[in-house]
């Protein structure tokens, strides 16, 4: 029997009648169909695990996240690539918010972003008060990490300008943890 496949979690020789058992023709047969039934058996009864990213397989986690949306970079480590996955649905729903874009660089990069933008909203009993925020639209993301000349600077702002909304124009800054310009 080969090794190269799992065996048969229901190996079709232990099931032939007994005329067969003894054939050897037949068990070579039986051993055959198993090597070739085998892997699907084995799948089938693991299926559920395949849909899971904790538990997936690495090759079909990345089919998954593109079944559900998730932004998958081949830079990502394994764990953040799955970590993204089971977010993809929260992080759409966040997506073009500053949680939804603090979320998406944590994810990618590690490192919790400054995230300043110009926009805001206010309640008032009395009409006609004073709008929040600036008229112009802005959103300033800043990122302080250890080695800023490590860093992948378009990286991040591809994916400023991916999970941003659409109208704010931006700017990305990566500053050293040392630096004291807050």
């Known amino acids: 029997m080969s090794t190269l496949f799992p065996a048969s ?3 079709l020789r232990d099931q032939l009648p ?3 058992a003894q054939d050897t023709f037949a068990g070579v047969f039986a051993d055959g169909l198993d090597t070739m039934q085998g892997p699907v058996l084995t799948t089938l009864d693991c299926l559920d695990a395949y849909f899971r990213p904790g538990l997936a397989p690495t090759d079909f986690l990345d089919w998954i996240g593109a079944w559900v949306g998730a932004e998958l970079q081949d830079l990502m480590s394994e764990p953040a690539r799955r970590e993204a996955v089971a977010m993809a649905v929260v992080m ?4 073009g918010t500053a ?3 603090a979320a998406a660089v944590r994810l990618a990069f590690g490192a919790t972003p400054d995230i300043t933008e110009s ?3 206010a309640w008032s009993a009395r009409p006609r008060g004073r709008f929040p925020g600036n008229p112009l639209p802005s959103l300033r993301v800043v990122v302080r990490v250890p080695d800023p ?3 992948d600077a378009r990286r991040l702002e591809s994916l400023v300008a991916a999970a941003r909304p659409a109208h704010m124009p931006f700017t990305v800054e990566v500053l050293s943890e040392r630096s004291d310009n807050r």
């Open 18 to 20: 007994g005329v067969y």
């Open 9 to 11: 979690p229901h190996p």
């Open 99 to 101: 949680q939804g874009l």
């Open 92 to 95: 759409h729903r966040r997506r």
């Open 119 to 121: 926009g805001g909203a």
């Open 149 to 151: 000349a490590a860093f």
